[in-house]
């Protein structure tokens, strides 16, 4: 049996890159006279920027503190042990660098093992332990603390979280085991599996006080000297910490049972982890940990080989770095500076960009339409949402005062545009009313000023091709809601210049979107795909499959929602359209449903009534249906829209559309809400097989998203 030291020394020889925690021991006295103190301060030696992390070497360092204080523990030279982290940060968890290029199921296990060992020992030390959460907390760096016997919390903390249910993993390290047994089963699987499939949700410190994870909490400037005071009360007897008593009968397994329909409602089934997850906390009703702690270490090494995991790291790695450093995009520095933004048109969704400009460059914005009425109604939208914000707090009524005075409306493009830098239209889909929309706006705005377009599927090089200067026209989709969905397709077009796809990229930056340079192709990327993967369900509807059954052929993929309540979000009409876009330009694989023609000329919003609560099929849109009689099986529906997927995706890649196949998962994570899990979707088609199947080769190499070979 290898001892915990030799394990980690093992497995730091499998990872040489690791960014290495130090964990520093000093002593000093307590206030009050309360004895003798240890404080072991996590730091990797870079500022905030690098968040402090759990490698192989790093658990070796708090290993080898922990033989340190331990000793002195035993030999009465100090009455308790502290762990701290760094300015900002605590500590964030495993480091997935070292996860990602793991082979070996064995090492996997060590993984686990390894950070159990040497963190259990903080709860079996001769005096009391006391985690101080001072910065950031994530992962291992929320468990690290959990196995000591105190915590306190700073009020300035402001992220929280067990996520790796959302990566595709389970709280290895104690999470699953102890949470639950320290605050409760319901508010563990709050945390652990609502929070995490909740697009990661974070805990602020006042949060994590209130749910009993902390017992003190104490402002951020002088948090540190506020714990060791409260420590030295706590170590003299003056202060009592209560727990609440565990109910461990019915009420754990009513918290498990809620866990299971809430990681039913948003992966239908499809990534093990969340289950996984549930099992270890319905497990640990007996309080026994050890138990915990052996499942968490199975559960972990299960899913470190398996291909969700991997996806998930992948998926969380385009989003954290490629998403932030776009593949294509011109050189920074030939941007312009944006004083002033343009929008052509009031209606909502003019007004949401207006109001998404106004807040994150403010700067003056002045919104035009075609009558007053529906100038006044922009502004007053963009108004009205600033007193919400004014409202819950969010700002002060000096910056609600101040955004309200940089908004403004005019009929008049000339007084309007003048002086405007970046003009952006949001009007009518329809390419002779954009090209007559830049016609107008080139006439009036300067010289240097950039006309961007939010079309979800027009050629963006048709629309300029009329103007005197068409190099200053971009793509610039956004997706709906606006202020959720953090893509952004920057589209260049035949003739757009460097200058003018740089400012679209700097201003894509201020209005913290993920933008994705894109070519300029029918529908560009995610409604591209969305339409082919839509078209085909639609197809089998068409001839003859029930609706229920081409709904539920897709569950296994664990989508955000069904294709035909998408559908219903997107509006019918609006699907239709993009339809009809992509049947002209590829009729050989687009296809235009007779039967969504119908349902949008009976002016229905979409397929489904929810009456019950539930939906279900509307008598109305159901009698409008025609269909033929080829009956296919899910298997066989989701055989179909699956390599008609990938065979676009395939296509699109030929075609330069973007870069790489981790831009069109990017696109589709961001834009479409496609689950980690899936990576997007190349990694899912390549774990599937579908990938070779149709295009003859993966879309990623071997490793990446994948299990090394």
């Not at 793509?475 to 893509?487: C, D, S, Y």
């Not at 009809?580 to 119908?598: I, W, Y």
Request: glycine residues 10%.
């Amino acid at each position: 049996m290898s001892t915990t030291a030799e394990l980690l020394k093992q497995a730091s020889e499998l990872f040489p890159d690791e960014v290495v925690t130090s964990a520093h021991v000093r002593h000093f006295d307590l206030p009050l006279g309360a004895g003798r103190f240890a404080l072991i301060t996590l730091d990797n030696g870079h500022d905030h920027t690098k968040p402090t992390t759990f490698g192989p070497a790093s658990l070796a360092n708090l290993n080898a503190a922990i033989d340190q204080v331990e000793k002195e523990a035993a030999d009465g030279e100090i009455v308790g042990v502290g762990l701290t982290g760094k300015p900002f940060i605590f500590a964030v968890g495993a480091d997935l660098k070292g996860v990602e290029i793991l082979k070996e199921y064995e090492h996997a296990l060590a993984i686990g093992k390894g950070g159990h060992e040497v963190f259990k020992r903080l709860s079996k030390l001769a005096v009391p332990t006391f985690a101080y959460y001072n910065g950031a907390a994530m992962g291992g760096g929320v468990e690290v603390g959990l196995h000591c016997t105190y915590r306190t919390v700073s009020a300035a903390l402001p992220a929280f979280s067990l996520p790796e249910v959302f990566l595709g993993l389970v709280p290895g390290w104690g999470g699953c085991a102890l949470l639950p047994n320290l605050i409760g089963p319901e508010k563990a699987v709050s945390v652990i599996i609502e929070n995490s499939l909740n697009q990661n949700k974070q805990l602020k410190g006042k949060q994590v006080y209130e749910l009993g994870i902390a017992d003190a909490i104490f402002e951020g400037a002088d948090f540190l000297e506020q714990s060791l005071i409260w420590t030295a009360a706590v170590l003299k007897g003056e202060l009592e910490i209560e727990r609440p008593v565990i109910d461990r009968g019915e009420a754990w397994d009513q918290a498990v049972a809620k866990g299971r329909f809430i990681a039913d409602s948003k992966v239908h089934g499809a990534a093990p982890a969340a289950y996984r997850a549930l099992d270890i906390i319905a497990a640990a009703k007996n309080g026994d940990l050890q138990q915990g702690y052996d499942a968490e270490d199975k559960a972990l090494a299960d899913l470190i080989m398996g291909g969700e995991l991997r996806s998930g790291i992948y998926a969380f790695n385009l989003v954290q770095k490629r998403g932030k450093r776009p593949a294509g995009a011109p050189d920074k520095n030939l941007a312009r500076p944006v004083t002033k933004v343009g929008v052509v048109g009031a209606g909502l969704m003019a007004s949401q960009l207006a109001l998404l400009f106004l807040r994150r460059l403010e700067v003056p914005v002045v919104l035009t339409d075609i009558d007053q009425e529906r100038v006044d109604k922009g502004v007053g939208y963009v108004h009205a949402e600033i007193d919400k914000l004014l409202g819950k707090g969010r700002i002060s009524q000096d910056k609600a005062n101040r955004l309200k005075a940089l908004v403004s409306g005019v009929l008049d493009k000339a007084e309007g545009f003048s002086d405007a830098d970046f003009i952006i239209e949001a009007v009518f889909e329809e390419i002779g009313v954009k090209q007559q929309v830049f016609a107008e706006v080139e006439a009036v705005a300067p010289a240097h000023a950039i006309f961007a377009t939010n079309t979800s599927s027009l050629s963006v090089s048709e629309m300029a091709s009329k103007l005197k200067n068409p190099e200053r026209v971009v793509g610039f989709h956004f997706f709906n809601p606006v202020a959720v969905l953090p893509l952004l397709e920057i589209v260049r077009g035949e003739k757009t210049d460097d200058a003018s796809l740089a400012t679209a990229f700097a201003v894509a930056k201020k209005l913290k979107k993920t933008a994705v340079l894109t070519k300029d192709a029918p529908a560009f990327v995610v409604n591209r795909i969305l339409t082919r993967f839509m078209g085909e369900i639609q197809n089998v509807i068409d001839e003859g499959t029930p609706v229920e059954v081409a709904e539920k052929a897709v569950e296994p993929l664990g989508l955000p929602m069904s294709p035909l309540v998408l559908l219903e979000l997107v509006g019918p009409a609006i699907g239709l359209h993009v339809s009809e876009t992509l049947n002209r330009a590829f009729p050989e694989r687009f296809t235009v449903s007779p039967n969504l023609k119908a349902v949008v000329e009976a002016g229905k919003r979409g397929f489904y009534v929810y009456d019950s609560g539930k939906p279900e099929l509307d008598p109305e849109v159901a009698a409008l249906l025609k269909q033929g009689d080829s009956v296919l099986t899910e298997e066989q529906v989701r055989e179909r829209v699956l390599d008609a997927v990938a065979q676009e995706i395939g296509i699109m890649l030929d075609e330069g559309v973007v870069a790489e196949a981790q831009d069109i998962d990017l696109c589709l994570i961001t834009g479409a809400g496609w689950p980690f899990h899936l990576g997007g979707i190349t990694p899912y088609l390549d774990r599937e097989g579908v990938s070779e199947r149709v295009n003859g080769k993966r879309f990623l190499a071997q490793g990446v998203a994948s299990v090394p070979a």
